[in-house]
C-alpha cells in the first residue's frame, strides 16, 4: 500500500495496530507517522519501529492519507475536533474508539468528512485480530478495501451495520479478557494438579487457540465438537457437568450482555 498513515494517540490498541501493520510488511515504516502527547513515547516507537514522530496531532493530520484516531473514548471527540481543519478533504478517518457513533464523530470533524468507526481487538499484536468496519455514507468503496486490507495485514476484517457494533464489543472488542480469565483459571487448575506455572499457561492457551482454530477450519458445530471430546463414562463429561451446574454459559452471556449494555450507553 502507498499510502500515508498516521496514528493520533498510540497505546494498547493504536500499538497493537502499528505493529500488525509493519509486521504484514505492507506497509514501510517511513509511511507511518506517530503522534502521542508523550515525546518519550514516540521516540521509544521511532526507535522500536522506525516510524516518523510527528510533533503534534496537527502534523500527522495534515500529512497522513488515513488518519487513525487511537486514543481514549472520552477524549476521542475534542482531540479530532483541534485536528478538523488541518485535514485534507480527502482525508479519510477511522476511529477505533469503543462508543463514539459516526454521527458524533462527523459532528467533530465535519459532515463532508469520511470517517470508519472500527472496533478491533488487541490480538491485532500477534496477527491474530478480528476489526468491524463500519463507513459513513462519503467512504468510497476503494476507501473501504484500503481499510480491509490494513486490518487484514494482521487478522480477519469485516464490514458491519453501526447498530451491530455492540455485539461486536461484546463478542470480540472485550473479548480477549474473559478469554485470558479462563486460560489463567484453567492454568491455576493445572497448577493445583500439580504442574508448573509456566508450563500450565502454555497447555492452557494452546487448547484454546487449538479449539478456536476446530470452529473456524472444520465448520461444524461448536456442539459437534464439544461431543467428539466427550468419551461416554469419561474425564470430559465429568467437567462439562460442573460447568452447566455452575452456570458456565449463562454467565458467559450475561457478561456480554453487560458489556453490550455499557456499550449502548457510552454511545447516548
Ligand atoms: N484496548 C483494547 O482492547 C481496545 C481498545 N479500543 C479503543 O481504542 C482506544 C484506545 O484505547 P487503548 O489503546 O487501550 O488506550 P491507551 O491509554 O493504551 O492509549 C491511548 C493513547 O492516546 C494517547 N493520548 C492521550 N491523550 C492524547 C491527546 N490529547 N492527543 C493524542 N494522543 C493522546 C496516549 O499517550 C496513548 O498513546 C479507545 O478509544 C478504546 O475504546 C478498541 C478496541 C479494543
Ligand atoms: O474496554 C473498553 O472500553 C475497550 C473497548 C473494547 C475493548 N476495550
Redo the contacts with the bound molecule.
Keep these: 500500500m502507498e499510502k500515508k498513515i498516521g496514528f493520533?494517540?498510540?497505546?494498547?490498541?493504536?500499538k497493537a495496530i502499528l505493529g500488525g501493520l509493519i509486521a504484514s510488511g505492507q506497509v514501510q515504516p517511513g509511511q507511518i507517522w506517530v503522534?502521542?502527547?508523550?515525546p518519550d513515547?514516540v521516540a521509544a516507537l521511532h526507535d522500536q519501529y522506525g516510524i516518523n514522530a510527528a510533533q503534534s496531532?496537527q502534523e500527522v493530520a495534515q500529512i497522513a492519507d488515513i488518519v487513525f484516531g487511537?486514543?481514549?473514548?472520552n477524549?476521542?471527540i475534542k482531540?479530532l475536533s483541534d485536528v478538523a481543519s488541518s485535514l485534507n478533504k480527502e482525508t479519510l478517518v477511522v476511529s477505533?474508539?469503543?462508543?463514539i457513533t459516526l454521527d458524533q464523530l462527523a459532528r467533530a470533524l465535519g459532515h463532508d468528512r469520511k470517517i470508519v468507526r472500527t472496533?478491533?481487538?488487541?490480538p491485532s499484536l500477534v496477527n491474530a485480530g478480528m476489526t468491524s468496519i463500519t463507513p459513513n455514507a462519503l467512504v468510497t468503496q476503494e476507501d473501504i478495501a484500503d481499510v480491509l486490507n490494513i486490518f487484514r495485514c494482521f487478522g480477519a476484517a469485516e464490514v458491519i451495520a453501526e447498530p451491530m457494533i455492540h455485539p461486536v464489543v461484546g463478542v470480540s472488542?472485550?473479548a480477549?479478557a474473559y478469554v485470558f480469565m479462563f486460560i489463567e483459571a484453567m492454568a491455576d487448575a493445572a497448577v493445583l494438579g500439580g504442574m508448573p506455572r509456566a508450563q500450565a499457561y502454555k497447555f492452557a492457551a494452546q487448547a484454546v487457540m487449538g479449539s478456536a482454530k476446530m470452529v473456524l477450519e472444520t465448520g461444524k458445530h461448536p456442539g459437534e465438537l464439544k461431543d467428539m471430546v466427550c468419551s461416554p463414562g469419561g474425564t470430559t463429561i465429568e467437567a462439562v457437568k460442573v460447568l452447566e451446574e455452575k452456570g458456565f454459559r449463562a454467565a458467559v452471556i450475561d457478561a456480554i450482555e453487560a458489556c453490550m449494555a455499557k456499550s449502548e450507553q457510552m454511545s447516548k
Design positions: 493520533i494517540g498510540c497505546g494498547n490498541m493504536g503522534y502521542t502527547p508523550s513515547k496531532a487511537a486514543v481514549k473514548p477524549i476521542m482531540v477505533i474508539a469503543a462508543g472496533m478491533p481487538n488487541t472488542g472485550s480477549p
